[in-house]
């Protein structure tokens, strides 16, 4: 039999040493968990820690990512490569053990976790892509998905808002193989949580039509074993174990206070609590037995050599199908994707369309998610103004009885709204398939989160659209998707002053910049048709950052171009003097612009040429990926020595980079006023940017 209290008591010892030792974290609540830990991973995780990216494993979710030691310890002792060494080297420069857990840093860390209330979103999104992938893939007899999500969060998490955001999700979406264990030790950095936080979970969890358990003694692994048996065995809803704790469990003068949170205890309260708990061990010591009741090498690769012959008969049932499931598990494109992609793009340049760029990216979306099942769309409450529907994406729904993914639902028309856009005309799904638009309702950074999450689950590439202002509302989120290099797509439509009288409230002006500002994050602004999908062809391929597409809602005309090859590198050169009847006259100045100021810069150079002023135009759809591209290419599209002027609706602070002698842009917020007269107040026409070419040239 395991000694469940030395199996705790190691990771408490471990979690004392190594906050110590760095001199910097969280020791009281990996402390106060570590019975939580125990009946978790000791009796109901499906896991081999020989191979932490086994398809059908559980997943595990530290939301309170603060409480890192727990994981580390916890991995350290089942077998993960995660030796003590990396324990010893907590929280320092190149470590396996970062400050917070970190996905691809650490083995067995499933995401990163950190900024409260995303763990547990993450969590949604995990076990909604689990329970999509079993009603896609399952056959009789071969339930080759079958795993659940666990996640542990606390206090910080209950409180931040977007837990109320995915929680509400879950319970919407029945997902029963969410099991979440609540640390409520009522404990927060600032102290007791009462006078501040006064919410009744286990009500709220109801509400939102989840299983409530508890609250039970988180403190007695056996009890918690109890409560998550008795979770999988819910059929139809998500379940909220309540697991009153104590923070830093074991530490007789920090257990129960706020200084436990956040600090090392002390050489001597260390020193006591080892004497409380009844571990004689010295500093990062763990005894062989303790070890023997941890392991789960053998264990594991049991579990998982079953799993893989139980996928070998399912591919020899359904050899198609398991080939699919390999693909899409692998994150890897369908092997006729380029040609998709160039058909998409040709058949955009070929019609020359003039619509708005949330068209075009609702066009864009008709071919790829026809040739990619994987791409699992939605919307923050504003389907028919995004643009995130097609006719291969019907709405996903759930049935409200038994909680079961409803199948071959018809894609139907959005609900008519404000905007005068068309749906998709209704088209019947083919046999088998799933509801592949989510209605996310008015929840835009727990649709961020979600995603992430399904992204980092596998099997799908999820997108989701909002307003670009609201991209405020998911930005940390989107920050996230950048550190873990996920491919996660964000559509964000009325892009500018251009959506006219909705007013400064939501009309974007810094938006552009700052989400250029964070690393990692590809952003574009297509002008046209085809900019945007080539945005989207190179989004789908990105399969290590994620995407920020900004559309508009007003028409943009479609720029004519020679070639389409340069499209994808960010920036290319869309008009020189020569087509505008200069041919031998040497280029004066470059106009950049992007988006819908491109048609605005066309304008200009001709305009120009009027007056023989040779004007070259360049389209900047990404400034992000043009800043990747080599030396010899950037000085080729931007010659040196030659005045640049940049075009685009929103702060001018990120042009100055480019050199620009001046830049045509918004430093203050917009108005209400029909786009039109918006344009003309804010210099937003061919004549003021011809102008400022002039000035530049004096």
Known sequence: MANTQQMANAI???????????????????????????????EHLRYNPANPHWFDRDRFVLSNGHASMLIYAVLH??????????????????????????VDVTPGVETTTGPLGQGITNAVGFALAEKLLAAEFNRKGHDIVDHHTYAFLGDGCMMEGISHEACALAGAWHLNKLIALYDDNGISI??????????NTEERFKSYGWNVIGPVDGNDAKEVAKAIAKAKKEASKPTLIVCKTTIGKGSPNRAGTAKAHGEALGAEEIK???EAIGWPYPAFEIPAEVYADWDHKAEGAKTEAAWNDAFAAYAAAYPELAAEFTRRMKGELPKDFHQVAFDTVVAAHTKGETVASRKASQLALEAFTAALPEMLGGSADLTGSNLTNTKSTAALRFDAKTGAVVMNVPAVEATPGAEDEAAPAPVEAPHGTIGRHINYGVREFGMAAIMNGVALHGGYIPYGGTFLTFSDYSRNAIRMAALMKRRVVHVFTHDS????EDGPTHQSIEHAASLRLIPNLDVWRPGDTAETAVAWAVALQ??????????????????????????????????????????????????????????????????????????RVVSMPSTTTFDRQDLAYKKAVLPKKIPRVAVEMGCTDGWWKYGCAAVVGIDSYGESAPAPALFKHFGFTAENVAATVEAALQ
């Open 12 to 42: 408490r010892a471990l979690a004392m040493d190594a906050v110590q030792q760095a001199n910097s974290g969280h020791p009281g609540a990996p402390m106060g968990m570590a019975d939580m830990a125990v009946a978790l991973w000791g």
């Open 77 to 102: 002792l089942t077998g993960y490569d995660l030796p003590l060494a990396e324990l010893k080297n907590f929280r320092q420069l190149h470590s396996k053990t970062a400050g917070h857990p970190e």
């Open 272 to 274: 006591l609590t080892r």
């Open 542 to 615: 990105n399969q290590s950052r994620p995407t920020a597409l900004l559309l508009s809602r007003q028409n943009i005309a479609y720029a004519p171009k020679s070639e389409l090859g340069d499209i994808s590198r960010g920036a290319y050169v869309l008009s020189e003097p020569e087509n505008v009847g200069l041919k031998n006259k040497k280029t004066a100045a470059v106009i950049i612009a992007t988006g819908s100021e491109v048609p605005l810069a066309l304008a200009a150079q001709k305009l120009l040429a009027e007056k023989k002023i040779a004007v």
């Open 190 to 199: 600032d102290g007791q949580v009462k006078p501040w936080f006064i919410d």
């Open 497 to 500: 002053i251009g959506l006219g």
